[in-house]
């Protein structure tokens, strides 16, 4: 069978240099987590690992901590203070920002929950943080409460809705797929930021430029799938990708992984933690077709 | 080798449709778990993730939460309080209340135990919750207890009693299985539920139809088993079968899983998390033999 | 290749009745573990149920329990009392009676740790279970601190010494292998029990019955590998094995599994872990040979 | 595909002797973790058993033993002390020495993290250990900051620099890889100790003795590698060779293992984890070699 190329208009990545360090491929910081939900930042987590970041780590609550840093060894893991409702409470600002200062690059949200303290810390870091970030899951519902939800930011900024969190941002809560697409990618110029509209197809916008991802099935329709696409985003922003061109790669590997997957698993069976087992091949599938293309 | 058709009166599942999300595949919850048991209310939420329900969440007590976490990151979990025997106890009900109002199917009873506490709520649940719901092991035991266990349902039921549950069940100990199934058919005719005869040839009945079990073998004559079909069941619930479509088809997955399992594995050495591995296995006969059919 | 029949006087398990169930194979009860070492108990539980008995439960100090928990949904946990050294104390005694009375066997050792209590308790369940109770590592060694160490048992008793701990129970320090071996067999004899002396060619004998065993490689010299062989030999006494037999059938598939597992691992790089994922392909072959013969 | 010989200067382990048990391969002692950190001490662990260590043990703060344990049960762990910052607190001294005196090997730093008691530990341990002992990551670090770093060893020892931090230890800030490692060589043989100083062809010297590693991919520009590599160090100074040796053929094995794994992963994708998989790929490949050599 002929080797497909690769599609247009999606971002090459160079073979890692020979003399190339842990400290190349980047520092990722992620922030998640809550009293039961410890399961999300870690698949984000291993996600970056898989996406090749250099350095990862999660900062959450301390009553998780354990059990995060359990489901593999390679990340390392942050203690934030925990709060009466099992959450990141605002002052956890101070614990937070000597990790920051160290890191290039940060993603808010999966498995945060949401709280009165976790609102002021997602719009404090939204606003604050100079690098590169993305904010995902219950981090978005949290700036979507915002009278401005996506002004003022320091930095580089992705954002990851499926069309209910974009209801949600946007205030429409009946916009349709189409609408919400159009919607997409004029707030992504006006605000300047990176915007994946997650569904069939997902959009990656920046209001400029424009992605519809070829890959992915419905198997991807089960929980934690989300996660794992964060932690692919993070990685490639910890890899000095630009915020747009990471958001297209890192849609089109997960999406490709889940492709994979289907070949040997089924939509139905297909989980989070099986998808991540599918990014090495997705990786590998992406490399061989690059590699053919520059021969 | 010629694809043997599926047998006569299996559910046939559609495929994924293209633009379909997490929440077309439902939210299920599953109420189970005690200090010293939270593996089987884990094995249950693997299946039930492997199953294909869209998201899955476990409701335990608070003291075995981080543990059965740690199991797998792809479902969430949600923290009961923990009573002084190490159960759910009763006061867990309002605590419970908001997640069933989110929930699609319930399902109660892996690594339960038992309790006074315990035998009112899980009655409450029984008498309360409209939705789709399935009670199994203790959940089916505490059931037992009550003066008339399974009169007054509040939406559909499944009970998947082995031959030592069906005798508690209906209080004659020394029933042999042929009566059981008679009796079966007729108890499920009558309270209008669905119930899961487990043993050789496993029947499924709401009265009216009749399922026999082709598929199975003596190796899951093993731990935990029992908890992967509950989970299995909970999966195709969540996924709007109806109670007794969603009994067969899981029944016969989880029997062609532990097929499938013993061609490269042994009856004696199979345990329930290897059944786990083989669920796709089964879903990918399943389906081949479905879209063979459909050409 | 023509296949290997069997070697003479290795028992021949039937194959599974069609209408059996979790009870036909046993309820194995194994008491060990101490804070610092759970993976020993661990480790022989996972083989319990990879040497296919039918319900496996490890009692193991509350401190750690659900540490061990979480190496395996599978199995159940039994909460001890934990004493101020990280050990199980000797009033654990009244906990442990009520499992006792519905365990079909019972092995006592993996991960326990010495202290006085527990020297007393050991010699308690040695002196008062009646069933098939297997006792290996620190049980051993508790054991050999008694005046007479294997006086007074109250039913089938499997020893597991390997040569230090041989010459410990027999107050030998200088003790050959040649000479451990014909008291192995001598002290068996006067005892009626079994004695399964590990080393190259383990011997297990009950001083009338003698097998040397032709299985097994270096690659077994790694921690864990006994409590792999403490689990499959409580396996099949929950399968209803005479104590002799479970010990030989065990030892010839727990030296199998090695022998299996270098054909694609390395002597070097085998661990515990490794061999657990290789028992499986030992019944295979067992099973393989055993229905070549029948033909 | 004629199979390569391997490369002059490589030492060549003797098949294990058939009467070999686990004391023939050593106690190894691995002293690491923090608050945060149980990661790294446990792919350490993980590396030492898969390297072939008889019996390996991590001493690591009781706040994060459970978890460490849980990474794996066939390696014991040992509780010491946990201070306020979540280290090991510098009174783990008297702890320790019971564990020292029965350990063959002791490895120190993996998520140590760093304090002012653990600046004193590591210093006391490195001045009083008379076994071969090695020392990274932030073992290292703390090292450094002594007056007279190397100065002081009760036995043989091996480190285990990158380049940022062979230069904080000979205090010299823009080293280039080049000067370094001609100062590795020159500060070795001085120290009498060995030198691994980390990164492409990493170079392994005593300062008489040096080896070009050629073995190795900038997949390994990961967290948690490096812990793999103290690991598998630490499991060959357990089985006896000399530091340099051992440390040669740790960072073979290391390379070739990671060499190994971009065959069916990539280097983007790869992982500590799945480096860890990969180990007895790389025992295997090297004594195939080893035992064409010998024919």
Chains 1, 2, 3, 4 share one sequence.
Request: with cysteine; charged share 15%; net charge neutral.
């Amino acid at each position: 069978m002929p080797i497909q190329p690769l599609p247009t208009g999606l971002p090459i990545i160079a073979p890692r240099a020979a003399d190339s360090h842990k400290g190349t491929y980047g520092r990722a910081l992620l922030v998640g987590g809550s009293v039961g939900m410890p399961g999300s930042i870690s698949l984000s987590g291993q996600a970056c690992l898989k996406g090749g970041a250099g350095l990862v780590t999660l900062a959450v609550p301390d009553a998780i901590i354990n059990t995060v840093a359990n489901f593999e060894p390679s990340y390392m893991t942050w203690a934030l203070p925990t709060d009466r409702s099992g959450h990141i409470p605002l002052h956890a600002k101070s614990r937070l920002r000597e990790k920051l200062e160290a890191s290039s690059c940060l993603a808010v949200g999966p498995g945060l929950g949401q709280s009165q303290g976790l609102f002021h810390l997602v719009g404090h870091l939204y606003e604050t943080f100079t690098g590169p970030m993305i904010i995902d899951a219950d981090g978005l519902n949290l700036l979507s409460l915002r009278s401005a939800p996506l002004a003022g930011r320091a930095g580089p900024r992705v954002i990851t809705p499926h069309l209910g969190e974009f209801r949600r941002l946007v205030g429409k809560p009946h916009l349709s797929m189409e609408d919400a697409r159009d919607m997409a990618s004029e707030l992504a110029g006006r605000q300047k930021i990176t915007v994946v509209l997650k569904g069939p197809k997902t959009l990656v916008t920046d209001g400029q430029r424009h992605w519809h991802n070829p890959t992915g099935n419905p198997g991807l329709a089960t929980g934690g799938t989300g996660d794992v696409l964060t932690g692919l985003i993070t990685a490639l922003l910890a890899q000095s990708l630009d915020a747009y061109e990471a958001a297209v790669l890192a849609v089109f590997l997960h999406g490709l992984a889940a492709d994979l997957a289907i070949e040997t698993t089924t939509q139905a069976g297909l989980t989070a933690t099986d998808l991540l087992s599918f990014v090495e091949a997705a990786w590998r599938d992406y490399e061989s077709r690059r590699d053919h293309l520059s021969t």
